[in-house]
């Protein structure tokens, strides 16, 4: 399973990192790794807007779902087969996003591990396909400012900032029909994606790779976007972060 991981996915992530790096020499690696970032995410965009359209969708049916409970909630087997019947009328799927988000996972974490093992400015060469050639020389000073071959505390508070930027705006949905009835796990869940999550990513931020600031400072921005534009195309509810 992991040969074929590695074949199949982070071997080609690798290469696509080093040829951008060779073709474009008059840019820095960190410049390299938001231009590749952004492409890995462009490529990924319409599965993202497929998904976040499936959970609106979902959403929408949340008070009519919760009513069918509530009034079978002393009969459950009755409760799996009205809501079923509800599914098929309204042609719902309600795994079709979590499907959707796990054919993007293992390339999401193939993206994270490059940054993580890359090494630069060393190159595994025996990684390289035929095609792809070493570079001679690597810049890793980015903007001609940060030095990513070290640690940058300055790179490390932008990840984490921009990580809970990116939360809270992932977390911010329609209020439910009944908000007294969400569970206690869920409001720990928020709590915990929206401040204990961006200063996990700082410190990983820190402790391991700037090339890893970088590649998060990147994504969080980019999810942004398109969390932005899809709660502005899809949502009926004002976007409060």
Do not use: C, W
Not at 101 to 118: A, C, E, M, T
Not at 176 to 188: H, L, T, Y
């Amino acid at each position: 399973m992991s040969y074929l991981y590695n074949k199949i996915i982070y071997v080609p992530l690798y290469n696509g990192l080093i040829f951008l790096i060779d073709t474009l020499p008059f840019f820095d690696v960190g410049v390299i790794i938001v231009i590749f970032t952004i492409i890995i995410k462009i490529i990924l965009l319409p599965l993202s807007v497929k998904a976040s359209k499936a959970q609106i969708e979902m959403k929408s049916h949340e008070k009519n779902l919760n009513d069918i409970k509530e009034k079978h909630k002393d009969n459950k087997e009755e409760y799996g087969k009205k809501q079923l019947e509800y599914y098929k009328e309204h042609g719902i799927n309600p795994f079709s996003s979590i499907f959707i988000l796990l054919i993007q996972l293992p390339i999401l974490i193939g993206l994270y591990q490059i940054f993580i093992k890359s090494g630069l400015p060393t190159i595994d060469t025996n990684l390289l396909y035929s095609f792809v050639s070493s570079p001679e020389s690597i810049n890793m000073v980015f903007l001609n400012f940060i030095s990513i071959s070290q640690k940058s505390i300055f790179l490390a508070i932008i990840a984490g900032v921009t990580t809970y930027f990116q939360a809270s705006l992932a977390s911010t949905q329609t209020k439910p029909a009944d908000s007294s009835k969400q569970s206690d796990f869920a409001k720990v869940m928020s709590v915990q994606m929206k401040y204990v999550l961006p200063l996990f990513m700082a410190f990983i931020s820190y402790t391991i790779s700037s090339v890893v600031a970088i590649y998060l400072i990147t994504s969080n921005l980019f999810a942004i976007g398109q969390e932005i534009y899809i709660k502005r195309k899809y949502h009926k509810t004002t976007l409060v972060v």
